[in-house]
Every structure is written in structure tokens, then in C-alpha cells.
């Protein structure tokens, strides 16, 4: 099943509504779809390196959006999604993403964005516990934008030779980043906390 959906977003990225696409996948993906954008973004870039820079812009907007749909899922329907998720594949990774907001609160979603783990189960999860809203937005924006720049940005230098290369090392690029992230993170609350 999800082979089949992996080539049907692939083929959007050829259609001449492929922008379009672009952006239905992006906000159904924040929040409900297995498909990320990435796998429909690098193609785009591939094919029109031009508008790589609009690629990635539409692909954040869209995405974002797409987190706040999440996010209202979490905050008004979670007692109605909780025994489908506690079923689902998405459980174990939900969990790890309360662990996360308890230890990392607004840096959470913005880790999230780089994270080889479903923006989707952050969103919902920031709604379920009821994180401010507007740091949710904000952490939203720049986390998930980052993240597509960086992948239209790779791919605009690099090339079709890239996007192998980039499919293939993805997670560990994703995780690296988010190490990267902690250990900042956890640096900044150290040296915070040793001043005051």
C-alpha cells in the first residue's frame, strides 16, 4: 500500500498542477498522511531548479497549516483518535513525542522538524497537551522550514547525483540534526542556569 502511494506522489510531482499537489501533500501530511513531502519536493527541485526557493516556501506554508490541523486534532478530538493511534504504528513514536515535549517543551517542535519521526505525531501530540499555541506556530515555521530549504538547497547545488545520496542518508542527516539540536539545547539551559 504504501509503495503504491510512494510512486502516485512521485507521478504528481510531473503534473502540470504539481505545485498544487505539492501543497495538499504537505498540509494532509502534517496531520494525517504517511507520505513526506520531501519524496515530492526533491523531484520538483530536480526538474526546475529555479523555483527551488518556491518549492521549499510552499512546501513550509503548507506544512505548517497542515501542523495546525494536527494540532486541532490533538486539542479537541484525541479521546476519539486514541484507541486508532494506540493501534496504529504511530503509538510508540506518540509517546516518545510527549517524552520529548516533557523534557524539551517548545523545542520539541521545532526538533520535530528534522526528526525522522512524523511531524504528524508532534503536531497532535503539542494539541493533546495543550502547548501555546503561538509558540507551536512559530517553532512550526522555522523547524519545518529549515528542514525543506535545507532539502531544496541540497538538491539545487548538488543535483540529480544528490538525491540518491540525500534519500539514502536522510535519517542520519535527521538525527544528527537533532543531536545537534539536544546537545545546544541542553548547553544553552546549562550555561542559563550556571549564570543565574
Given at each position: 500500500?504504501?509503495?503504491?502511494?510512494?510512486?502516485?506522489?512521485?507521478?504528481?510531482?510531473k503534473?502540470?498542477?504539481?505545485?498544487?499537489?505539492l501543497?495538499i501533500l504537505?498540509?494532509t501530511?502534517?496531520?494525517?498522511?504517511?507520505?513526506?513531502?520531501?519524496?515530492m519536493?526533491?523531484?520538483?527541485?530536480?526538474?526546475e531548479?529555479?523555483k527551488?526557493?518556491?518549492?521549499?516556501?510552499?512546501t513550509?506554508?503548507?506544512?505548517?497549516?497542515?501542523?495546525?490541523?494536527?494540532?486541532?486534532i490533538?486539542?479537541?478530538?484525541?479521546?476519539?483518535?486514541?484507541?486508532?493511534?494506540?493501534?496504529?504504528?504511530?503509538?510508540?513514536?506518540?509517546?516518545?513525542?510527549e517524552?520529548w515535549?516533557?523534557?524539551?517543551?517548545?523545542?520539541?517542535?521545532?526538533i520535530?522538524?528534522?526528526?525522522?519521526?512524523?511531524?504528524?505525531?508532534f503536531?497532535?501530540?503539542?494539541?493533546?497537551?495543550?502547548?501555546?499555541?503561538?509558540?507551536?506556530v512559530i517553532?512550526?515555521?522555522?523547524?519545518r522550514?529549515?528542514?525543506?530549504?535545507?532539502?531544496?538547497g541540497?538538491?539545487?547545488?548538488?543535483?540529480?547525483?544528490?538525491?540518491?545520496?540525500?534519500?539514502?542518508?536522510?535519517?542520519?542527516?535527521g538525527w544528527?540534526?537533532?543531536?545537534l539540536?539536544?546537545m545546544?539545547i541542553?548547553?544553552?539551559?546549562?550555561?542559563?542556569?550556571?549564570?543565574?
Amino acid at each position: 500500500m504504501f509503495k503504491k502511494l510512494y510512486d502516485k506522489v512521485i507521478s504528481w510531482s510531473k503534473h502540470r498542477h504539481a505545485e498544487k499537489y505539492l501543497a495538499i501533500l504537505s498540509f494532509t501530511e502534517s496531520s494525517f498522511f504517511p507520505i513526506p513531502p520531501d519524496v515530492m519536493l526533491a523531484p520538483m527541485v530536480l526538474a526546475e531548479q529555479k523555483k527551488a526557493w518556491q518549492f521549499a516556501l510552499i512546501t513550509t506554508i503548507a506544512s505548517v497549516l497542515g501542523g495546525m490541523l494536527g494540532y486541532a486534532i490533538g486539542f479537541f478530538a484525541f479521546d476519539m483518535i486514541q484507541p486508532w493511534l494506540e493501534g496504529s504504528h504511530y503509538w510508540d513514536k506518540y509517546q516518545l513525542a510527549e517524552q520529548w515535549f516533557v523534557s524539551w517543551g517548545f523545542w520539541a517542535i521545532f526538533i520535530a522538524g528534522f526528526s525522522p519521526i512524523p511531524y504528524k505525531v508532534f503536531t497532535i501530540a503539542a494539541g493533546a497537551l495543550s502547548m501555546m499555541f503561538l509558540p507551536f506556530v512559530i517553532a512550526s515555521f522555522v523547524g519545518r522550514g529549515l528542514r525543506f530549504f535545507l532539502v531544496a538547497g541540497l538538491l539545487y547545488w548538488g543535483g540529480e547525483r544528490f538525491e540518491t545520496k540525500l534519500r539514502h542518508y536522510m535519517d542520519i542527516i535527521g538525527w544528527s540534526v537533532v543531536v545537534l539540536i539536544i546537545m545546544a539545547i541542553a548547553l544553552y539551559k546549562l550555561l542559563y542556569v550556571a549564570a543565574v
